[in-house]
């Protein structure tokens, strides 16, 4: 079972026998990196699957389109595998809801006190704030953004706060193209359309791209970086803290919300998350054994 399209998350597309997610999920990762997926089976959020004498319910995990929580109830306990939880409305998707279990194994990405996020809306302010200052000034605001979920968003902000034509890179469209296809609402041009072309040559626009795209495309760019990473960046770049994992926060209430007997934590903070969870809730935490996780000049 694969939780989500982002890269360090569907290395069980890999495996030989049957593999399962949301079709979204599988869209996604097919057009980012024409994998095509054989001997497939689809999941949808709420649904229940039964294997032997467990059940498995798929929970949305609200970190980009198709993403999933796993719960799954055993006889003798229950499990809930989170993968990458927001635990906050975003402009394209739904928080993660917690659930109760006995076993929580889940992400601890902003793990640390220092990753407290302001609120959704004042960053998607600021941002637009950002944008219109950089338009004035004759350039182009350029937002480097992940290619699948937080570019969607980038998208739907400008769409729904401004009315700047929002030009993509190219690579872009084909995940634009699922989320505009499971009633994600976004209007965009690619940059080598026409219209695109003609837009960028001399319009206000905004260009949304990749976190390592450097072109330029004939005008001046104020480039901008949008992740929760910006609370440690420095001011050496212009960067918002918009994030699509939950910050130190809501991953604490979280814990408390499922009110597990145990907690196994991986990924980013997670030795300081195991600490945290033991002095503020009274809990034991072990941790999984982590994984390279994707660092921001990583695309997808
Ligand atoms: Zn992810």
């Known amino acids: 079972m694969v939780s989500h399209a982002h890269a360090d998350h569907t290395g069980g597309f890999g495996y030989k026998g049957v593999k399962q997610s949301t079709r979204e999920t599988r869209d996604i990762h097919h057009a980012l990196r024409n994998h095509r ?13 039964i294997i032997d004498d467990s059940e498995i319910l798929v929970l949305d995990a609200g970190h980009m389109l198709g993403s999933a929580q796993f719960l799954i109830n055993t006889p003798n306990s229950s499990i809930l595998y989170t993968g990458d939880i927001n635990c906050t409305d975003t402009l394209t998707t739904k928080a993660a809801e917690p659930e109760h279990c006995d ?3 889940m992400e601890a990405t902003y793990g640390s006190p220092h990753y407290r996020f302001p609120p959704r809306e004042t960053v998607y302010a600021e941002i637009v704030e950002w944008a219109l200052q950089t338009i004035k000034t004759g350039r182009v605001p350029c937002l480097h953004v992940y290619a699948a979920g937080k570019a969607q968003e980038m998208i739907r902000l400008f769409n729904v706060y401004t009315r700047l034509p929002v030009i993509v890179n190219p690579r ?19 940059a080598t359309s026409n219209d695109g072309r003609t837009i960028l040559d001399k319009d206000p626009c905004v260009y949304i791209t990749t976190p390592s795209d450097r072109t330029h495309l004939g005008r001046r760019f104020s480039r901008a970086y949008a992740t929760g990473w910006a609370l440690s960046l420095g001011s050496s770049v212009t960067a918002f ?51 390279a996780q994707r660092t921001l000049v990583e695309d997808y």
């Open 37 to 49: 997926i054989s001997n497939f089976d689809p999941l949808k959020i709420k649904e229940k699957l």
């Open 103 to 105: 076993l929580l194994v």
């Open 241 to 291: 803290p918009l994030s699509s994992h939950a910050d130190f926060g809501q991953l604490v209430s979280f814990v408390k919300a499922c009110d597990p007997e145990q907690v196994y934590v991986f990924t980013g903070f997670a030795e300081e998350f195991r600490r945290a969870i033991k002095t503020r809730l009274g809990r034991e935490a072990k941790l999984v054994p982590s994984y």
């Open 172 to 190: 872009l469209d084909g995940v634009n193209e699922i989320h505009r296809n499971s009633g994600v609402d976004i209007e965009w041009f690619s």
